[in-house]
């Protein structure tokens, strides 16, 4: 059964259940004998805390973003697809400068009443589903097509059919609770059935640590020992140093690939650790790509980076050609649910399309690319008419 199946058997009584998997949450071991094991530790404990999350949304549904239904369409011959229209978002608690806006993956109450509480849904007569957003539509008015900020129109699977004839002649609304979409996505991952041989390696992390290749010199530090990363890593301590070190000595070596794992409970500085890496094999001139969990996270790491290489370019000569700049760095991802701010937008792709687009705009580059080829082409001319114009400026 899929994740959103899962989540919209739910009623409210089981989402205010904190009891509803007592029974299979367990302690996740500290080892795994297989792949299973290490997926199925995590389902229901993913489903816990999806569960709470929707929970602490519904005890303060009254403060939660709104809005009413102004149409309502079934989406082809699917019976709970359907298109949504609303009015406008309201949200008491929201400012101007960051007001509500409906994403993929968003799950809604749609509902006949404006509840003021959870319990308001479960009156005797009233009708509610759960419905989720599956992909957001562009505005229909003049408005809409320069500013698509509203979220006004989209599309949602629902829990249930709310589409009767009685409830049609109702007020309907649209209630937001949370967003689902990384929870999905890692129960997909936990789901994943195919290019196992990463996650294996992973909970073989005991004789990783052990593992050496055998053919390679001894890994004392070899060509990353220079004086910039001795000064990076005396900023570590002593474990996150070990890391660093591990990772980049597996990097040395030219007959085997390595999976190096870096754990740690909460605080421990896992973010700065694998941060000081990522600069390292920057400075290395290594292509590398990460990935995070959450937008929050990836946000983070980038903005360390960022920080390391600006200081770095404090300290070293840009002569240096192993001296790395801005420009190696390219940060991609949902605008919005990145939250870019002014501190990491230089490095954000979207930011330097829009910077390259007014480069190649009529004043930008092109323009005196043009001017200068015609100055170089005809310069003599080009000097007589600047004498004219200077002589009638004074004339």
Not at 318 to 335: E, P, Q, T, W
Not at 357 to 384: K, N, P
Request: with cysteine.
């Amino acid at each position: 059964m899929g994740f959103i199946d899962m989540v919209f058997r739910w009623s409210i009584e089981d989402i205010f259940n904190d009891n509803l998997y007592k029974n299979q949450v367990e302690k996740i071991p500290d080892s795994f004998r297989s792949v299973d094991q290490y997926s199925g530790s995590f389902l229901f404990p993913l489903l816990e805390e999806t569960r709470a999350e929707m929970r602490s949304s519904m005890e303060i549904i009254a403060r939660a973003p709104y809005a009413n239904v102004t149409s309502l369409e079934v989406t082809g011959y699917e019976p709970f697809l359907f298109d949504v229209k609303v009015d406008y978002w309201r949200n008491r608690f929201s400012t101007p400068e960051k007001p509500y806006k409906t994403l993929p993956g968003d799950v809604f109450i749609i509902t006949d009443v404006k509840p003021e509480t959870a319990s308001d849904l479960v009156t005797l007569g009233r009708s509610w589903v759960f419905a989720l957003v599956t992909n957001i539509k562009n505005g229909d008015d003049e408005g809409d097509k320069e500013d698509n900020s509203s979220s006004t129109s989209f599309k949602v699977e629902t829990s249930g059919d709310i589409v009767s004839k009685d409830d049609m002649q109702k007020s309907l609304y649209v209630v937001h609770l949370t967003n689902v979409t990384t929870n999905r996505r890692i129960w997909n991952a936990l789901h994943m059935r195919t290019n196992l041989s990463i996650i294996k390696k992973v909970l073989l992390a005991d004789q990783m640590v052990t593992e050496s290749c055998g053919l390679c010199p001894s890994e004392t530090g070899g060509t990353w020992n220079e004086n910039f990363l001795t000064s990076l890593l005396s900023k570590l301590n002593e474990s996150q140093k070990n890391s660093v070190v591990a990772c980049l000595n597996k990097m040395q070596c030219n007959y085997k690939s390595h999976v190096e794992l870096i754990w740690g409970p909460p605080g421990t500085g896992k973010t700065k650790t694998v941060s000081v890496l990522l600069f390292a094999l920057l400075r290395m001139k290594y292509r590398t790509l990460a990935c995070t969990p959450t937008n929050i996270a990836i946000t983070e790491v980038a903005a360390r980076v960022l920080k390391l290489v600006k200081e770095a370019k404090k300290t070293f000569s840009v002569a240096d050609d192993r001296f790395c700049s801005l420009g190696d760095i390219l940060l991609f991802g949902n605008k919005e649910r990145l939250k870019i701010d002014y501190e990491i937008e230089e490095i954000f792709l979207d930011y330097r399309v829009n910077r390259l687009r007014e480069c190649f705009g009529l004043l930008g580059w092109r323009h005196c690319f043009a001017s200068m080829i015609t100055f170089l082409e005809d310069c003599v001319s080009q000097y007589h008419i600047f004498l004219e114009n200077d002589i009638r400026t004074f004339l």
